[in-house]
């Protein structure tokens, strides 16, 4: 009896240890903290290596950005946040990347880059005017688009050129295929290698005219 009663006595002098505060609930604890702390990270990831990451690598001449309203000199290695207004003058010209992906500006052209986040990422380049190249991820091409006053590209292959005025615009495909639409008239044609699609409000009325190499595919009504 008095072996048992001391200890009782013994156990009731004894700090009580919360559940938490014993090795295994601080290592579950741990292991709850490291689980959130990687899902966050695995969330965050595709948003930085998809949006605001084209670097200015090649430039030649005047090359401006508009940044709070007044236009400033880029420079390479610069990063262009997404929907920066980019512009080339005269003599300028520069090249963009992004991985394996490169948007190439050509003299007197002015852009923006909208990077659109998420499972489906699409990255539309707005052009107001002057010469674009794209050369978009092989393994990844059907999420890059360029649009213009007058028509919208749609990347269905890796590399093409468009060019846009004051009167229309034009699309030439060096690589694989692009899908063209008027913004007009709602009408579409699919290009291939060595074809190109007109709008010109001045020499085809503002409809699509096909020139180029191979069988000219047929423009059809996407209405």
Known sequence: MRLKASLLALQANCPQVKPEERPEGRLLKML???????????????LAAFADDWTATQLRGQVVQLVDNQWQPLKRGMVVP????????????????RGSETVDLGPDTQIQIHDKAGKKPF????????TVAIE????????????TPFL????????????SGKTGSSVSVRRGHVAVEDLRNHHRVLLSVGQTATIDTATTDGDIAVSGSG?????????
């Not at 997404?82 to 990347?97: A, I």
């Not at 069988?215 to 209405?223: C, F, I, N, Q, Y």
């Open 32 to 46: 709850r903290l490291l689980t959130a702390v990687l899902g966050a990270v695995l969330v965050l990831m595709p």
């Open 82 to 97: 997404d929907s920066r207004v980019v512009r080339t003058m005269k003599t300028g010209r520069v090249t963009f990347e």
């Open 123 to 130: 990255t539309t380049v707005k052009q107001y005017f002057g």
């Open 136 to 147: 978009a991820d092989v393994r990844n091409v059907q999420h890059f688009g360029v649009d």
């Open 152 to 163: 919208a590209a749609v990347v269905k292959g890796t590399r093409f050129t468009v060019t």
């Open 215 to 223: 069988k000219l595919p047929t423009v059809v009504d996407s209405k």
